[in-house]
């Protein structure tokens, strides 16, 4: 012990500082506490054991020490001495090996069983090991954040093994599943038009966290909020995962996309009074997790066992966990999974100013960084339209029911559609607010693809083992007249007219569309709406669906073209509504010009759409109505209207360029039953 300095406070977590690594931990209560070094990631036993003594390794609540002659690449774990009383909100326990809340990587998956809640034995051959990164070494040949605005954002969500781990992918094996098979499928993104790509959970998380025979595949189950999940890079060096995370961050800001992560601060997983201990209830449970009144018991705000507590320690935790994945991997925003947690207080009290996320809001680290909410959570909190602060853009769930609920032809929802086209100034009444703020969505990973919608009246979850207990029940599909797949051409041809219906509405509705990975080309769960646990081709990324669906993938390129290509589907403000008077940007009508149908009975909709200083004049007719009607045109001044979309007609006519979109004569069009058009003006 004599080569081991005192240390220092800050900062948390292992810190190459010169000729060594300082290591810093908080554990409130712990009577001591033992600093592991390990020669090799699966070394059974540490090869050194540093006791770390009140008197000289602990000010306040925090551990420290400096230990000359290690570097990078050093494999360590702590141990936790203290008392394991429940019902004090104490769960410490010697027998198990804990990882450093602020790892930056994360090893020993090759021997890694979960373990289980109360360990009589000690678990060191079996548990996972911090390493020790040196974040100043890697070369990021001057990269800088594309800094897209939200208004000229087009999102595609993706989870990052799925995306490429068919074996019709194209890539060698190693690169199947991985950071670095992305890297090569960047020409596809580009190709599609997207500008940022939304990542499912690449926090360290445990594939183990779910039902026996299965694997926890979305990765909504974090146990290191620092450290990129191993399993997704072709590396296996220690150290492999965080380079090749930075080399596909890097990758794709050269080709001009944006890298969002799915942040899942709510929950651990630790999970519950019964569920195991990785590292946060080991070292100070109750500072880490909020606690019923017994103490014994979690609060389960999330639906997952337990819920992080929003309390000084893990605030700054969070706060710091975000600045380091801005400054030090470059991400250039988050998606808050199950947002309104963190609105609540220590005791599960929703909060009017939430402190944590208004310091989230302004912290100048993250002050160019997007800031994405999911602004609900699984106790009942619902958020969207109010959420804190006042730079976080809102996963707009409105908009997928009522869109959903529109192309199916429920009653009703004419209003609510026109809503949801200009940016929903019903949901979002601020005058100051900027309407793509609004994150727009018809599918997301949580719920049927955009195929499943248009071929399933229900859920079909039988192979996650729970007797499809699991999964939303409301999930406003429409089968089309059969349940599931099907040869009869007159129903893929009506499928095929809906996924136009919806894709159309996603992309030229005011707000920032989010596409999910494969609903351009049909991608199917064969009717699964929790795909959580499916590490198999049931949620993989097809290839060999882009020369099935030549057609759909097209007119989905050319949705987002027509999106990235005009100034009016990136306007930064509500846009006026007739009013009478003065001329407006978007005049409402019906099947006759000016007189929008409101009823419950309608099933149609129809404006016109003026940008307010540049020469784009648009018209949108929604039929979902089950027969043909035909709509009144309004007269053009020396121009006329050219048909750009019609989703009833085969491909190529369904989508034209407006080069060479065809002559429409003036008066009526006649759309078809469940049908969109988009004419423009020239």
């Given amino acids: 012990m004599s080569d081991v300095l005192p240390g220092q406070t800050y900062p948390l977590g292992a810190t190459v500082q010169g000729d060594g690594v300082n290591f810093c931990l908080f554990s409130k209560g712990a009577a001591k506490i033992e600093l592991l070094l390990f020669e090799r990631p699966l070394d059974p036993q540490p090869s050194r054991v540093i006791t770390l003594d009140a008197q000289r390794h602990k000010t306040y609540h925090y551990w420290h020490a400096f230990v000359p002659g290690i570097g990078a690449g050093q494999v360590y774990a702590y141990?936790?001495?203290?008392?394991?009383?429940?019902?004090?909100?104490?769960?410490?326990?010697?027998?198990?090996?804990?990882?450093?809340?602020?790892a930056q990587a994360v090893v020993g998956w090759e021997n890694y069983s979960r373990p289980a809640a109360i360990a009589p034995f000690d678990n060191c051959p079996q548990a996972l090991r911090s390493v020790v990164v040196d974040t100043s070494t890697y070369d990021w040949e001057g990269d800088v954040h594309p800094k897209i605005p939200y208004s000229k954002t087009i999102i595609h969500e993706i989870h990052v093994r799925g995306f490429t781990c068919d074996s019709n992918s194209g890539l060698a094996p190693e690169k199947r599943g991985t950071y670095a098979g992305l890297i090569e499928k960047i020409p596809y993104l580009q190709s599609l038009g997207i500008t940022a790509v939304e990542l499912m959970p690449i926090h360290e998380f445990d594939e183990q966290d779910a039902r026996p025979g299965l694997k926890n595949y979305w990765g909504y189950s974090t146990i290191a909020f620092f450290a990129p999940h191993q399993a997704y890079s072709s590396r296996r060096d220690p150290l492999g995962a965080v380079d090749e995370f930075r080399d596909m961050v890097k990758a794709l800001h050269r080709a001009g996309i944006e890298v969002i992560l799915d942040v899942v601060f709510n929950h651990t997983a630790e999970g519950n009074d019964e569920g195991p201990t990785f590292s946060f209830k080991g070292l100070s449970n109750s500072d880490y997790y909020m606690l019923e009144e017994d103490l014994i018991h979690y609060r389960n705000y999330s639906g997952c066992g337990n819920t992080f507590q929003t309390n000084a320690i893990a605030s700054a935790l969070i706060l710091d966990c975000l600045r380091y994945w801005a400054t030090e991997m470059h991400v250039d925003g988050f998606r808050f999974d199950l947002a309104s947690v963190l609105s609540r207080d220590s005791s599960g009290v929703p909060l009017k100013h939430p402190p944590l996320l208004w310091v989230i809001n302004s912290d100048p680290k993250l002050a160019g960084i997007k800031l994405i909410a999911e602004a609900w959570d699984?106790?009942?909190?619902?958020?969207?339209?109010?959420?804190?602060?006042?730079?976080?853009?809102?996963?707009?769930?409105?908009?997928?029911?009522?869109?959903?609920?529109?192309?199916?032809?429920?009653?009703?929802?004419?209003?609510?559609?026109?809503?949801?086209?200009?940016?929903?100034?019903?949901?979002?009444?601020?005058?100051?607010?900027?309407?793509?703020?609004?994150?727009?969505?018809?599918?997301?990973?949580?719920?049927?693809?955009?195929?499943?919608?248009?071929?399933?009246?229900?859920?079909?979850?039988?192979?996650?083992?729970?007797?499809?207990?699991?999964g939303a029940n409301d999930n406003w599909?429409?089968?089309?007249?059969?349940?599931?797949?099907?040869?009869?051409?007159?129903?893929?041809?009506?499928?095929?007219?809906?996924?136009?219906?919806?894709?159309?509405?996603?992309?030229?509705?005011?707000?920032?569309?989010?596409?999910?990975?494969?609903?351009?080309?049909?991608?199917?769960?064969?009717?699964?709406?929790?795909?959580?646990?499916?590490?198999?081709?049931?949620?993989?990324?097809?290839?060999?669906?882009?020369?099935?669906?030549?057609?759909?993938?097209?007119?989905?390129?050319?949705?987002?073209?027509?999106?990235?290509?005009?100034?009016?589907?990136?306007?930064?403000?509500?846009?006026?509504?007739?009013?009478?008077?003065?001329?407006?940007?978007?005049?409402?009508?019906?099947?006759?010009?000016?007189?929008?149908?409101?009823?419950?009975?309608?099933?149609?909709?129809?404006?016109?759409?003026?940008?307010?200083?540049?020469?784009?004049?648009?018209?949108?007719?929604?039929?979902?109505?089950?027969?043909?009607?035909?709509?009144?045109?309004?007269?053009?001044?020396?121009?006329?209207?050219?048909?750009?979309?019609?989703?009833?007609?085969p491909s190529p006519e369904d989508f034209c360029r407006p080069a060479t979109a065809p002559l429409i004569q003036p008066g009526a069009y006649t759309v078809a039953a469940r049908s969109t058009v988009v004419l423009m003006a020239a």
């Fill in 79 to 102: 141990r936790a001495y203290g008392s394991f009383a429940p019902d004090q909100g104490l769960r410490f326990n010697s027998n198990k090996v804990l990882l450093d809340p602020y």
């Fill in 378 to 470: 699984a106790a009942g909190l619902y958020q969207v339209g109010s959420f804190a602060g006042d730079r976080f853009a809102e996963w707009n769930g409105p908009f997928r029911d009522d869109v959903r609920r529109f192309v199916k032809g429920d009653p009703g929802m004419v209003k609510r559609l026109a809503n949801r086209m200009i940016g929903s100034p019903d949901i979002y009444p601020q005058h100051d607010r900027e309407p793509n703020h609004s994150i727009n969505f018809v599918t997301c990973h949580d719920g049927f693809t955009l195929n499943d919608l248009v071929s399933y009246n229900r859920k079909h979850n039988q192979a996650n083992g729970e007797n499809s207990r699991d």
């Fill in 477 to 649: 599909s429409w089968n089309c007249g059969v349940e599931g797949s099907t040869d009869n051409p007159e129903i893929e041809a009506l499928r095929l007219r809906q996924i136009k219906n919806f894709l159309t509405i996603l992309f030229t509705a005011q707000g920032t569309p989010m596409m999910l990975m494969g609903d351009g080309v049909r991608r199917s769960q064969q009717g699964n709406n929790n795909a959580y646990c499916q590490d198999n081709e049931l949620s993989w990324f097809d290839w060999s669906a882009l020369d099935q669906q030549t057609d759909l993938l097209r007119f989905t390129k050319e949705l987002i073209g027509l999106n990235n290509s005009l100034a009016v589907f990136s306007l930064e403000q509500i846009l006026p509504v007739s009013d009478g008077g003065q001329t407006p940007h978007i005049v409402w009508h019906g099947t006759k010009l000016a007189k929008p149908d409101w009823g419950d009975g309608s099933h149609c909709l129809a404006f016109t759409l003026h940008h307010p200083t540049k020469d784009e004049h648009l018209h949108f007719i929604f039929n979902a109505y089950w027969q043909p009607l035909t709509f009144e045109l309004p007269p053009l001044s020396g121009q006329h209207w050219h048909r750009i979309i019609d989703t009833d007609r």
